[in-house]
């Protein structure tokens, strides 16, 4: 039985997690028992700062939570919607289609501007509290789930219909 060039890479890639994250562990785990690490603490807890802000309290760790996770859907449609748009419309030089080049740039400058957004709030987030990961990593595959359902559906609608 032979993969694809996809399934390879996607089997090397997670084979770097797995090796990555048994090391982390190890590492943490250790770390935990000598020290009083403040990153490794879950909930709200008087050192878990945002943006210069004490996460102190259980009503401001949820809107912490619920903008992660909102945020991490954002993300996932951005990438998966938006920079596949541009991809396949915009930078496709093969495509010929007839372009809306206000659509173009407004999509294209929302896109990269919310890039930078992210970066910085997703760096703020996720240096301060392992379980902001978690949050992160949890919508992320919810979204993608959703999304790739999606596409695929339209790919069998599309298929459902040429075969008729």
Request: charged residues 15%; contains cysteine; proline residues 2%.
């Amino acid at each position: 039985m032979s993969f694809s060039f996809e399934i390879n890479m996607g089997c090397i890639i997670g084979g770097w997690m797995i090796i990555t994250i048994f090391l982390l562990a190890y590492t943490i785990i250790n770390n935990i028992l000598y020290t009083d690490s403040h990153v490794f603490r879950i909930g709200p807890n008087p050192d878990f700062y945002i943006l210069g802000i004490s996460i102190d309290t259980f009503p401001k760790y949820g809107i912490i939570v619920s903008f992660c996770f909102i945020n991490s859907g954002i993300r996932s449609i951005n990438g998966n919607v938006l920079h596949s748009w541009i991809i396949n419309e915009v930078q496709d030089i093969k495509n010929k289609n007839p372009m809306n080049y206000k659509k173009a740039y407004v999509i294209s400058f929302i896109s990269i501007i919310y890039n930078w957004f992210d970066f910085f709030m997703y760096m703020n987030i996720l240096l301060s509290q392992i379980d902001m990961l978690f949050v992160e990593i949890l919508s992320d595959l919810i979204m993608n789930f959703y999304l790739t359902k999606h596409y695929l559906h339209l790919k069998c609608v599309d298929v459902d219909a040429d075969l008729t």
